[in-house]
């Protein structure tokens, strides 16, 4: 059996305190992605520091996927069309990154698998993270055949 | 002074209980439009029961907006305009309708002034809400020149 993929919800900016509410949904829905993928959530300082994480260890590099408010609109659907032709690719890690306030830079774009839009409304940092999050779980549930998606 | 408009956020479906963490962080979005308008947030058994609740009292018909993915996704800031248009053009209520799993009756959708996208992913119910939640206090800043919206 292949090791599962590991899916990782990036942010640039301070971490969220772990009581903070979007954290604490933030975690739940990630925690019942468990029997899918593995999960991380790491908060990064800047879009640098996220970047040269990338390249450990050497040789593994992620699938990057930049959260863009200019970026492709999927249905939830094809979102998890798109998530499992990944893992059928044997991708060993997905990296979803929320960036700066200030938005990606040209060359960050330019180094992404995958610019993402959650769609055309400007949300708070930890909301954006917290719909990406459930996004994911229902992404799980429809690649599964688990009855979340369609009983909601 | 002209009075507070009221911005109602409805969704049918059971009420959510007080110590739900997404019940609170809407809460805590809808308290803090209080200097910009009244808000209430109540739960209806069905899509009629909403509707009947619109008629009273006579003669204050709101304007009412239904959640449909087929509806007009906006901008942070395009959603912003059309609320305070509501509110210059003395709309005393303004009504958010989020529907049951099954969607929205031909006829339902036939009354509203709008149908509003959140965008094209399916969201938990629950998620939904906190997010026009955040959008509606986000529409509230962006209209008083609060710094919230260019400050995320």
Redesign the interface.
């Known amino acids: 059996m292949l090791p599962l993929m590991i899916l990782t919800l990036a942010h640039i900016g301070p971490r969220f305190p772990a009581a903070d509410?979007?954290e604490?949904?933030t975690h739940l829905y990630l925690n019942r992605l468990g029997a899918f993928a593995r999960t991380e959530a790491p908060a990064f300082r800047t879009g640098r520091a996220l970047f040269d994480s990338l390249d450990r260890p050497p040789g593994r590099v992620p699938v990057l996927v930049l959260l863009d408010s200019r970026g492709k609109?999927?249905?939830?659907e094809a979102?998890a069309t798109w998530l499992g032709r990944q893992r059928d690719d044997g991708a060993p890690r997905v990296v979803f990154a929320i960036g700066p306030?200030s938005g990606w830079a040209e060359q960050d774009r330019a180094r992404a698998q995958l610019l993402l839009s959650?769609?055309?409304?400007?949300?708070?940092?930890a909301?954006a993270r917290?719909?990406l999050a459930?996004?994911l779980y229902?992404a799980s549930t429809i690649l599964t055949g688990h009855p979340y998606?369609t009983?909601?």
Chains 1, 2 share one sequence.
């Open positions: 509410a979007f604490q949904l609109q999927f249905s939830s979102f306030a959650l769609g055309s409304l400007t949300m708070a940092h909301l917290l719909v459930e996004q229902r998606h009983g909601h």
